[in-house]
């Protein structure tokens, strides 16, 4: 504690959370909750690190969850990268044409077809969708077709 | 040989007249029956816009016919007429019969299955009657 109050005269009254000396990082680490072992390793750590490796996890649950959990992982450092992973549930998704019971994806629906593919003309993929895998090839041909008489794009320019 | 049905699609170039598109149709009509196909339905879908610029046009006039037909030589002939004719753009033939078929059996699959399923549940009203009839009986 005296140490502490020493430095805050001799510096700033308020030390970022980066440790420049050895002496003051045990110290400051009861405050927040940020992780001892390695200070400049944990911040870069929830920014660049969990959201590649659990990238195909989080953005099939959708483009809004996504600012969810960096936003826990960013103070929580290491553990709390791990935390959201248990906190968010993916809904499951059901094959929209197995819902519908449709036996036969008509190609000259290009509404329909419009909602499975991207603004540039790409098809969504299954775990986007979550069209089974049998409405997915169904629904590959369908596209193609649409494409062959312009009624979907090869590809869009914006 | 099995009898095959075709969707045929056509562009016409968005300038064409109402007329111009009536003949096409017609001529091509014509041509399935020459071959021993009938045409089925005939949609004018109208002018739509084009997702992409086709001769240089950004809209066309879409016409669809449903063909049924015996063999492929209708559609040799049909495609033919389609690629001299000034007024088509672009045009398309699809066979649908298999998916159709497929369809069909899919559909029959299901429609067997919740014919089966109410049969489950009318067992028991089945059950009571025969104890009654017995009782008729003695």
Redesign the interface.
Known sequence: MTERNDENIQGQPETPAAAETPATAPAESTAPPAATPAPEGAPSRPQGGPPRREGGGFRSGGPRREGGPRREGGPGGGPGGRRPRKQYFRKRKVCRFCVE?I??ID??KSDVLQSFVQDR?KVLPRRLTGTCSQHQRWLITAIK?A????????A?EL | MDARTY?L?F?CRPATPEEEVDKMIATLTHAAQEKGGTVEKTEKWGTRK???K?AKHRE?IYV?LALHGTHGEMIHELERRLKVADVVI?Y?T?RTDE??K??RK??GR?ERRAARRPRKQAAPPAADQAPAEMGAAD
Do not use: C, S
Request: proline residues 3%.
């Open positions: 019971r036996d036969y190609y000259k003309g077709r494409r062959n008489i312009a009624l979907l794009p090869f869009q | 969707d699609i562009i084009l997702a992409y086709v066309g669809y672009k398309m699809i998916e159709l497929r369809q899919l559909a299901r």
